[in-house]
């Protein structure tokens, strides 16, 4: 496949784009590499989040639950888009979950779900003690839960591009090239519209 130019993909970017999937799917390292390549900011929203509450995420969900820790959340992630400031924003792997937050993002964002299958998940998620959800569980069974409650709407995400056991920047050049094509299909799409449109427009005044 050829390369893309980056230019040409920051060129055709106008507005805000947000990762969503479960956890170690590889939302922030990637998420970080593809900010990195285009020159946007990077924002992880649970960072974000534990700026605002004063306390780590497994401490928000053991002390307030998790009820609370995805209001903040949502709070956070309007804010956060708030300006239209086309940024890179990794979510948490709850927050397109959330009705609002799913309609908001899809509304301001370009979203792309980084996919991953589940020996994937349980080997990147095995050895980490800040993922409240795997806390003194069965990691491999809770995250056979959330794949089989949440993939369904995760593939409501824009663009949906399946992560693999290999180095970030494989699976970031995927990215890249999956949101170049995006944005060459909307582009077409728009194209093709307005083209329609004046078509009609002409046969109209003709009659």
Do not use: H
């Not at 491999?140 to 369904?152: A, V």
């Not at 709407?153 to 094509?181: G, M, Q, R």
């Not at 077409?188 to 005044?205: D, F, G, P, R």
């Amino acid at each position: 496949m050829k390369m893309i130019d980056i230019n040409a993909i920051k060129n055709k970017i106008d507005k805000p784009i947000v990762i969503v999937g479960l956890m170690g799917a590889g939302k922030t390292s990637v998420g970080k590499l593809i900010a990195k390549k285009l020159s946007f900011p990077f924002i992880d929203s649970d960072s974000e989040i534990v700026k605002a509450a004063g306390c780590s995420v497994v401490d928000i969900f053991s002390i307030y639950g998790e009820k609370e820790f995805r209001r903040v959340e949502d709070k956070v992630i309007n804010r956060l888009l708030s300006d239209n400031k086309i940024q890179i924003l990794s979510t948490g792997e709850g927050a397109f979950i959330i009705d609002n937050v799913r309609k908001l993002t899809k509304e301001k964002a370009i979203t792309i779900w980084l996919k991953a299958d589940l020996p994937l998940l349980v080997k990147r998620t095995s050895f980490k003690d800040t993922r409240p959800l795997l806390l003194n569980y069965d990691s491999s069974k809770i995250l056979q839960k959330l794949i089989d409650e949440r993939y369904p709407i995760y593939a409501k995400a824009d663009i949906t591009v399946e992560t693999k056991d290999e180095p970030t920047f494989k699976t970031a050049s995927n990215v890249l090239k999956a949101l170049y094509n995006y944005l060459e299909n909307m582009e077409k799409e728009i194209t093709n519209l307005y083209s329609a449109e004046i078509q009609q427009n002409s046969n109209s005044t003709y009659r």
